[in-house]
Structure formats: structure tokens, C-alpha cells
């Protein structure tokens, strides 16, 4: 069973850049799509980004795409998420999930599709 654990988050002024973290244990890491999400308090979790088990396809959300970066380490068992040029409105909590099932080529953006949700990172941007 994979579990997951986030880092990296932080306080940046609008702008700037952080790098996420998400490192996971158990040996099926890399038979798993994983998704970011990010949760801001009165509102449904959000996708951000994702990437397939092998690392060849991303997806990300539109309000996101062109600033942030999904990218892992198989051979580390670590997923990252590049975030540049940050904006106030990217200020959330941010999670990373795998998805339910192995070696699919779609990438989900419904937080229904995943499981094995890591605890959060907390990313605020300041204006």
C-alpha cells in the first residue's frame, strides 16, 4: 500500500517559486498515477496537476498550466511539484494522492479517483 507525505510549502510574495514535495513508501509507487490538489477552507478540493505512472503524460488545470510542473523519481519514490510565478490565489493546502488503480493513461482530475492521501502542505502566497 502506498502512503504519501508532502513538503515544501511555505510563505513566498507573488511571484515567486516553491518546489513540493511528495515522498511515498511501499513498493507499488511506481505502478500509480499521483494528482496535486489543493483545498482552500468553504471550498471543494481542486486539481492542480498530475502525471501517469511513467512519468510521460501531465495534466494540469487551466489555472495552473504554463506556471506549474508535475514531475516524479520513480527511482526515489518521489512525485514534485514545480510552481512558478505564484499568485495570492494560489494559497491552499496542497496534497498529493495516488490514483485507484495501476498503469492507466488517463490522468483523473476528480478527487474520487485517488486515495492514499498525504496529510497536506501549506502554500501561501502573499500579495
Same mark, same amino acid.
Not at 7 to 23: D, E, H, K, P, T
Given at each position: ?50 502525471? !501517469?505512472?511513467?512519468? *510521460? =503524460?501531465?495534466? &494540469?488545470?487551466?489555472?495552473?498550466? +504554463? ?38 493513461? !488517463?490522468?483523473?482530475? *476528480? =478527487?474520487?479517483? &485517488?486515495?492514499?492521501?498525504?496529510? +497536506? ?7
Amino acid at each position: 500500500q502506498v502512503q504519501l507525505v508532502e513538503s515544501g510549502g511555505g510563505l513566498v510574495q507573488a511571484g515567486g517559486s516553491l518546489r513540493l514535495s511528495c515522498a511515498a513508501s511501499g513498493r507499488t509507487f511506481d505502478m500509480y498515477n499521483i494528482g496535486w490538489f489543493r483545498r482552500t477552507p468553504g471550498k471543494e478540493r481542486e486539481f492542480v496537476g498530475g502525471l !501517469t505512472w511513467n512519468g *510521460v =503524460a501531465t495534466h &494540469y488545470s487551466r489555472s495552473v498550466k +504554463g506556471r506549474f510542473t508535475v514531475s516524479r523519481d520513480n527511482t526515489k519514490s518521489m512525485v514534485f511539484l514545480q510552481m512558478n510565478d505564484l499568485e495570492p490565489e494560489d494559497t491552499a493546502l496542497y496534497s498529493c494522492a495516488a490514483d485507484t488503480s495501476p498503469y492507466k493513461t !488517463t490522468i483523473e482530475s *476528480v =478527487a474520487s479517483a &485517488y486515495r492514499a492521501w498525504g496529510q +497536506g502542505t501549506q502554500v501561501t502566497v502573499s500579495s
